[in-house]
Every structure is written in C-alpha cells, then in structure tokens.
C-alpha cells in the first residue's frame, strides 16, 4: 500500500515532498505507462485546485490521451494546437493564467481556467507532456511551474 501523506506548508517543502514520493513510486518499475499512471494518481492527491492531472504521449508527433486523472478528456491534440501542443511544438513549458485568452486553447472542459504543461524530454526527444488544469484562474505559479519541472524531470527516466 501506498499511503503519501503530502501536506507541507509551503510550496518548495510541497514539490520536494512530492517529488521524493514520485522517485519512490517509480524506483524499480520499467514500464512508462504504470509510472505516468501512479504519477497522475499521485499529483492529483497532492495539489489542490485541480480539475484535471495526466498525461499525453508523443505517439508518432501526435500528442495522444495517456493516464490521468480527473473528466474524460480530448483523445488527440496535434503539435501546435491549444496549450499541450505549443508545449509539445516548442518543448518550452506553457504556463497559461487565462486559457480562454489563449489562441487555440482545446477546452475539454469547460471549467478549466488556468493551466500548466510541462514538456517531458528524453535525449533531446519529447516522450509526453503533463498537463494540469485548474477552475481558478491564475492557478499556478513561477514556484508551481519549477516543481513540476522537476516531477518532469524523474518522468523522463521513468516513461
Ligand atoms: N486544454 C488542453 C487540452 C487538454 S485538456 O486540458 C485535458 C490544451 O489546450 O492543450
């Protein structure tokens, strides 16, 4: 049984947390798919004010629907297009205060306002993007961005 309890103060004590509870979920276990899953699940326990938490995979330079948690959501997104694709496009993160003010933005649900997608790089190679969504505007912060930065960075030896 897993059972993290992530409840730190402040939000660099949050994300170190978190990302000591990611290393220890993945540690030992090759396949990609059971690691984005565990890592969704884990992410969507943590953070509060989120509506959606996942993944989508680079299948082919199609970003496709990978384990998350949260509303059935949009299956295929093709590089360039709404907010993971210009993270997939550009391999820049893309920290979106207003999505609606967002050119191309794919609302999968409309109840999303703000977002946060950080592109997951292997040797120079986009494996995913993960992607959360929040209903308050304005969710994430330069703090939220660099400690999913992080969490990116053990996915990338871990999908
Ligand atoms: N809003 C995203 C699409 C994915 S959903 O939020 C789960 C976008 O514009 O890329």
């Avoid at 893309?94 to 977002?115: K, L, M, T, W």
């Avoid at 960075?153 to 999908?159: D, M, P, Y």
């Amino acid at each position: 049984m897993y059972d993290f309890k992530i409840t730190a103060a402040d939000k660099p004590s949050l994300y170190k947390d978190l990302a000591a509870a990611l290393e220890a979920l993945v540690a030992g276990e090759p396949d990609g798919i059971a690691n984005m899953a565990n890592a969704a699940a884990l992410i969507w326990e943590s953070l509060p004010d989120l509506n959606w938490a996942g993944f989508y995979r680079n299948v082919g330079g199609e970003l496709v629907l990978g384990p998350f948690q949260g509303r059935a959501a949009c299956i295929r997104i093709p590089f360039g297009k709404g907010v993971c694709g210009a993270a997939a496009a550009t391999l820049d993160v893309q920290r979106v205060d207003d999505v609606n003010a967002f050119p191309g933005h794919i609302a999968c649900d409309s109840a999303s306002a703000s977002e946060l997608v950080v592109p997951i790089v292997r040797d120079g190679k986009l494996l995913a993007v993960l992607d959360l969504d929040s209903p308050d505007m304005a969710r994430f912060d330069a703090e939220d961005e660099a400690g999913c930065v992080a969490l990116g960075a053990i996915l990338a030896k871990a999908i």
